[in-house]
């Protein structure tokens, strides 16, 4: 059973931000501070990544761990409601699969920052994890 009325809940809900989040903030500062030039929520490309590298066809997406089911100790299934919070975060989890595969396709490459990552690793681990990955010929 949920605490909150159907409008309160809607409301707390509807103030959960999907972009411009602490942990985004924090690596386009670090990008922005190691002289990376990027653009934000490309609306033409596959998922709106977070950061755009259109030059060298890279993406980078800064993920939740509850949002997008990452195997971490801030991920956990919600008690309450739980077959709507399944569809939910698995419809994310399909959602983000089919996204990436579409990137791909059209010739990007692209990076998953998770949530935990930026609460637990270093800054200087981090934006060396994603100078490697903007960096290389290579990648995902």
């Known amino acids: 059973m949920d605490v909150h009325s159907p409008e309160k809940r809607s409301y707390n809900m509807s103030r959960i931000k999907w972009k411009d989040t602490l942990p985004e903030k924090l690596v386009r500062k670090l990008l922005w501070r190691s002289g990376y030039r990027y653009r934000l929520h490309r609306k033409d490309l596959p998922g709106k990544p977070d950061i755009v590298f259109p030059g060298r066809k890279k993406v980078v997406f800064i993920h939740g761990c509850f949002w997008h089911k990452h195997d971490c100790k801030y991920f956990k ?4 409601n739980v077959e709507f919070w399944r569809q939910k975060i698995e419809n994310n989890v399909n959602r983000d699969q089919m996204n990436t595969i579409a990137l791909v396709k059209a010739g990007w490459k692209y990076l998953v920052v998770w949530e935990c990552e930026v609460r637990n690793m270093h800054y200087s681990e981090l934006i060396e994890r994603i100078k490697v990955f903007l960096e290389s010929q290579s990648g995902v």
């Open 77 to 80: 299934w919600p008690s309450s």
